[in-house]
């Protein structure tokens, strides 16, 4: 099975992505992460205003078969979260890349792990 | 034969207040009590919405809902890792008996009955599990764990290594507690990849163990039924590395008698008293999950323990007392009493002979079922308990369609080192006829196709159950839901 992995993002091994925008960047799990969940029935993302640091947790995600921790691509500040998902976690699933990101951040600092497409392509594969 | 579950649906229209059989009491007392309320007009009412029945439709009510549930009075049920044991009804009568409906908020002279069974179950597990000091105050296993957690922070702290040793190492294939009860201590865990054969990897092992590491937690045999070979060299890197070993004791049932984890140079362990004697699974309800350490540990233990007093000459040969540098209290009083006289009464009544043959049959149970199914069975040799692949099949919906078959399904998809795992366990109690129903049913579902299996369960009370939409959209009444 292949599945979608932008080229105009930014990954972390642990399946996040980072699309880094003119003054904020948004974050979401991939496609290859949301397959192996499986259906998501939750996603607990911090507040707006909150700080996340690269690395590091920024909330989790439970799915029917597993709950696990989300982390930041990037360390700074959340400007927006989607709230969406709260009555909708189903977003993750079906549009991972899209109606699914989950967190915009004011970047002050990218984590050094950063993956291109290609080098999370050939994580995945 | 064919199974099919009973299906009681509920009618409100036919209920009537007219027909209602009520009991003649003698002198019920219907008379009105005036009450003098403080609360205010707000948060009072005239009505109690209570179900009003009578004694016969309530017992029925309630055989109804029993018949639409499965439990180990139905039928077999070998849910692997979870060790799901007919419970003796005799425990139950002793634990009913008044003599054990003492409270324990009273003096040691007045409580000496409890006390000396606390004293004998302490000694009782001591000597199973090869240990020093038994605590019978976690209510839970997973409270054991905590608990022993905690005594093993209280010595590295007083060793002067407390924060130094911040990491707890646990393999892949630990239950999910383990893991759970180190982070909530507070520790780093450190998840140990299990090797090629399924047990510890000694050199990944090694590569883990250090300055930082206050605990590694085992269980044995692991949770592929499979008895860790190396325990020896594995105690001694823990205990090199300045670690302490602890033990989990959820598959304790297939040692009694022929090995004790103290021996093994474990220093920590809990008992899961539901698993390996008898007593109900808690459910969240009442349960217990005594820890016992070494010499060495015995000072932490949580307070109040039991003893013999030193001879005195007075009546009281038993006491309470709180160990030096005791970690506090885990639970109120000396723990979930009853499920402690139930432990007890198991124990007494098999006595040794009785432990040895149970885990004796465990083993034999669980090696004869797997000898005659049509599953392969990837990690050998095991012992009570064993992890089948359903291959090619979903093993959810090999669970599903086993319910079909009227017996419980095994645990499915962990751990994960088998593809599709079916974690089988049948325990002692089931006879030869029994095993070979769920022979017949492992084998009447390998050879059924995805259609069928994905339509399972038809013959059940309760169908397929949609996972996804349940969690999302979560319905919690005590009420029967209306279907629109």
Redesign the interface.
Known sequence: MSFDVPDDRNYLESHEWVDHGDATATVGITDFAQDELGDVVFVELPDEGDDVTAGEEFGVVESIKAVSDLYSPVSGTVVGINDALHDQPELVNEDPFGEGWMLEVEVDEESDDLLSADEYRDQIE | MRYDQARWTHDADAESDDDRYEPLLAEKNTEEVAVDSPLPDDLTREDLELPALSEPQLARHYTRLSQMNYGVDSGPYPLGSCTMKYNPKFTEDVAALGDAAVHHDRSDESLQGTLGLMAGLQDYLARIGGMDAVSLQPPAGAAGEFTGILVAKAFHEQNGEGEQRDEIIVPDSAHGTNFASAALAGYDVVELPSGEDGRVDLEALEAAAGDRTALFMLTNPNTLGLFERDIEEIADIVHDAGGLLYYDGANLNALLGRARPGDMGFDIMHYNVHKTFATPHGGGGPGAGPVGVTDELAEFLPAPRVREREASGDDARYERFEPEHTIGKVHGFEGNWLVLVKTYAYIARLGDEGLDDASAKAVLNANYLASQIDYDVPFEPFHHEFVASAGDQDAADVAKRMLDYGVHPPTT?WPEIVSEALMTEPTEIESKETLDQLADAFDAVAGEDDETLEAAPERTTARRID??DA??NLRLSWQAIDEE
Request: hydrophobic content about 20%.
């Open positions: 998809k996972q996804t969690a999302r």
